[in-house]
């Protein structure tokens, strides 16, 4: 695997008394691209929203490139260039 460009350890998020994300643990490497599937309601939003800063975890850790701190910090992706989008369904004729 290619040197870890995002690795999450253990990463917990709640919204109030519901306990979201439990224990998402991933890596990303240099140069891969990862895509995050799953049934509506699965953490998918609440994942990358917790990466970007977003969202402040409860637990867990977001380490981006050699900078490691504690998820609950509010540092996130955002200060490093990244963005969230929503995205807009589009239908085009074929």
Known sequence: ???ALLDLQNLDVH???IHALRGVSFRVGQGEIVTLIG????????????VSGMLRPSGGQIQYEES?????SRTGLSLAGSAT???AAAFFPT
Do not use: C
């Open 85 to 87: 989008l929503r995205r």
């Open 68 to 72: 490691r701190s504690p998820a609950s």
């Open 39 to 50: 049934a509506n309601g699965a953490g998918k939003t609440t994942t990358l929203r917790a």
């Open 1 to 3: 695997m290619a040197e």
């Open 15 to 17: 919204y109030g008394a």
